[in-house]
């Protein structure tokens, strides 16, 4: 499709039906949560030629949105105005959703308005919102890394996990944190228009990729390096820019000067895992960057990233995605190479009694 076809709307293929898709903002709500969701649906009609949703951005009172970044939102809806029968809710987050998960109104059109809507969703700490009208209870469900401890002590009917960039329960969708919102619209058009218009979607945005689900949110090739003990430091930097060497216990224990037990103490008391747990996911991480950014073939990324065969990076793979490498080159390569990320990983930050980071 040429650019000035894209950005002509073609009235004449308007449904008389569109999707009818509702996305709920509040004080403080993120603004990106919001804009990651509007415009991949506007541009999924584009490609689709027809008006395959109709879309509002909704608060209470139909107030204007005022974002967590200072920006000022116009609502297009009430939420005490809907009454039909919706596609799509969706509850954005950001850090108003303290105060919003206290709010008896704004839960409560929550709630109602679930049970009138095919496909329910949020987006970060969103699902806060969700739990907060019970309809998370029992379910296991996506949000930022860094707010699930808090959420999960708030709600302990409710399994909150860091890991997933979203999740699918019992019929509610939930996500991680902020570009998440982006994935889980991704993964709707799929749903609704076919993964071929879906990924067309994610070019035109310029996104990196199209991310499954069940990829990790926090990469050590993205996360803040490990801080603390000097040498953990100096080992994930090793194991980081050394990812085709020998990186067994033993061997960085030797290179660390120290014993492989007091290596294995520091690794799970700085970063969480053992030393063995850290290099098969640096690798595998190393392995996802060169699937979707290289040609190279799946034996070669497996030697280059210190596996040795390409089934133990299929093992691996299959592990921490839930996926084989050629079925994520598939589905996850665009045309272009991309470039490896380079930064150190390491633990994520912790958790307060009540977070305070900027999240979405």
């Not at 009138?116 to 029992?138: F, K, M, P």
């Not at 596996?307 to 839930?322: I, N, P, V």
């Amino acid at each position: 499709m040429r650019p000035e076809a894209l950005y002509r709307r073609d009235m004449t293929g308007t449904t008389a039906h569109p999707r009818r898709i509702v996305v709920v903002g509040y004080r403080e709500a993120e603004l990106l949560d919001i804009a990651c969701i509007t415009t991949a649906l506007e541009i999924a009609d584009r490609y689709a030629g027809r008006k395959a949703y109709q879309v509002f951005v909704a608060s209470p009172g139909g107030r204007p949105i005022h974002t967590w970044t200072g920006l000022l939102l116009q609502a297009q809806l009430a939420l005490e105005e809907l009454t039909d029968r919706l596609d799509t809710l969706i509850v954005v987050g950001g850090l108003g959703y303290l105060e919003a998960m206290d709010d008896p109104v704004l839960v409560g059109h929550i709630r109602r308005l679930a049970r009138q809507t095919r496909r329910v969703a949020s987006v970060c700490t969103g699902a806060g919102i969700l739990a907060a009208g019970g309809l998370l209870d029992g379910h296991r469900a996506a949000t930022h890394w860094d707010h699930s401890e808090y959420l999960s002590r708030r709600f302990p009917k409710v399994r909150f996990d860091r890991d997933p960039i979203h999740l699918t329960d019992r019929g509610v969708a939930t996500s991680a944190g902020v570009t998440a919102a982006l994935d889980l619209t991704l993964s709707f058009i799929e749903a609704d228009l076919g993964a071929e218009l879906a990924r067309n979607v994610a070019r035109q945005m310029v996104t990196y990729l199209q991310r499954p689900g069940n990829q990790a949110q926090m990469s050590m090739f993205t996360a803040p390096p490990a801080a603390g003990n000097p040498l953990v430091h100096r080992t994930v930097d090793h194991i980081t820019t050394h990812i085709d060497a020998d990186l067994s216990t033993a061997t960085l224990a030797a290179l660390a000067g120290v014993s492989e037990r007091h290596l294995t103490r520091l690794f799970l008391s700085e970063i969480g895992v053992t030393p063995g747990r850290f290099v098969r996911r640096a690798r595998t991480e190393a392995a996802a960057h060169l699937l979707t950014g290289t040609d190279l073939t799946i034996e070669t990324i497996a030697a280059r990233c210190g596996f040795g065969t390409s089934e133990t990076l299929r093992q691996s793979f299959q592990t921490q995605y839930g996926v084989s490498p050629s079925h994520y080159r598939n589905t996850q390569s665009s045309s272009r190479p991309r470039p490896r990320p380079t930064a150190i990983g390491g633990p994520p930050a912790t958790v307060s009694s009540r977070p305070r980071t900027a999240t979405g």
